[in-house]
Structure formats: structure tokens, C-alpha cells
């Protein structure tokens, strides 16, 4: 099983503050996705990335692809308190094709 | 508007009891999934189907077994709950193509007393 490392494991700032979060692994990815998750629900796809370098955007979310296709960031710009939550990347498994492996994941909580 | 449905958001059953979880969707997709997830071990592969009547292991199937008789319903079983597997269990499915990504149900967090 691929291991998909995430740091930092929490975050926690203020509104209106920056900040990155990082997905990283040995393993080269055909593409990886980012999830959130918030508390006592189920994880939500926000974005799939796909060719090395690839950067996409959401809104406020910016994802990147590392050229290596190794390793992923999200960073979020000017921090909101809807953005608190659990950030999670999957890619898929080795060894069942269908299936995502997850990281671990961040936990950002943005305080008012 | 596309869904997963877990059919329950909190259980609590005793040991040695035989468990049903059950996971329906209605986007017609190929792929269901079952993971658990803990705290500090993050969601763990337990069971995943490609098709009716397919089913392949995850990361960590023992204890569980799993039954897809129609496509749009996957059930989890656990044949004799132990307090080890008290988690919170999380159903997805998605389509069998290229990377599409998962659609995941609320969630059932299960204690096992």
C-alpha cells in the first residue's frame, strides 16, 4: 500500500491568514485527488489533478501537482471559518486499481 | 441531487453480535467502497465491488465480509462485533472510469459495548 504522508497533521489560524498544506509520497501517482471532510460527514471531492505541474484552481484553493507526480499542495488564500475542516489526498491503489488510498490528513480549524 | 445513503448515522450493538450496515446509491455507479476511519489511522480500506456479486479485500477485511446483490446496494457485515471495531464506517461509490472521484455516504459511527 502507497503511503500518502500529509503535514502539517493540524492547523489552526486566523481568518484572513494563508497557509499550505502538503501531500507527499515516494510512489509516481497517475493523479491524486483532494477531499474535505467536515466533522460528522462523509468526504467531499474538491479536486482531481492529473498531468505533473498541474495546477487548479477553486475559488480561494489552489491545488498543485508536483512535475514528478510524487506530491501535491493546497494552499488557501485569505482563510474563511466555512474552510475548517479535514483535508484529506487519495490516489489509487497499487494493488486494487478501483480503490483510493488516503492520507492521513490535515485538520485546519480558522478561528473568527 | 446524487446521493449516498447509509442506512443508519449512529448504532450501538453488544459483542458477538452480528452486524448489517448497509449503503445504497443512485448514480448507477460501478465501484462501492467501505472504509473505516479512526482517529490517527485515517480511512482504512475494508472491503471494496466492481460489480454485482464482485467483491474484492482491502487493507484490513478480517472480521468483515460484505454482500452486493443488486448494484446500487453494498452491505457490510460484521459476522461477530468486538469492541475493536468500534469506528465511524464510511460507504462511496464512483464510476469505473478514469478518475473519477469518490461520492461518499454520511457515515455510521458504530459502538460495539
Known amino acids: 500500500t502507497q503511503l500518502l504522508e500529509q503535514s502539517p497533521q493540524f492547523l489552526s489560524i486566523q481568518e484572513g491568514e494563508n497557509l499550505t498544506v502538503y501531500c507527499n509520497s515516494s510512489?509516481?501517482?497517475?493523479?491524486l485527488q483532494w477531499y474535505r471532510q467536515e466533522p460528522g460527514e462523509g468526504p467531499v471531492l474538491l479536486v482531481t489533478v492529473v498531468t505533473g505541474g498541474e495546477v487548479k484552481k477553486l475559488k480561494r484553493l489552489t491545488f498543485q501537482f508536483g512535475d514528478a507526480r510524487k506530491d501535491s499542495s493546497l494552499h488557501i488564500t485569505a482563510a474563511q471559518p466555512g474552510d475548517t475542516g479535514l483535508y484529506l489526498c487519495a490516489a489509487r491503489n497499487a494493488n486494487s486499481g478501483y480503490a483510493l488510498n488516503f492520507g492521513k490528513g490535515t485538520s485546519l480549524l480558522v478561528t473568527p | 441531487d446524487v446521493k449516498v445513503t447509509q442506512s443508519s448515522r449512529y448504532l450501538v450493538k453488544r459483542t458477538g453480535e452480528k452486524v448489517f450496515l448497509e449503503c445504497v446509491q443512485d448514480?448507477?455507479?460501478?465501484?462501492m467502497f467501505w472504509y473505516r476511519q479512526d482517529p490517527g489511522l485515517g480511512l482504512r480500506l475494508i472491503y471494496f465491488?466492481?460489480?454485482?456479486?464482485?467483491?474484492e479485500k482491502g487493507d484490513i477485511p478480517e472480521g468483515y465480509s460484505v454482500s452486493r446483490e443488486k448494484k446500487e446496494r453494498f452491505s457490510l457485515i460484521l459476522e461477530s462485533a468486538s469492541t475493536n471495531q468500534t469506528s465511524m464506517y464510511l460507504c462511496a461509490s464512483s464510476l469505473i472510469e478514469g478518475n473519477y472521484g469518490y461520492t461518499f455516504g454520511s457515515g455510521t459511527r458504530l459502538t460495539v459495548v
Open positions: 510512489s509516481v501517482f497517475s493523479s
Open positions: 465491488s466492481y460489480d454485482v456479486k464482485m467483491k
Open positions: 448514480m448507477d455507479h460501478e465501484n
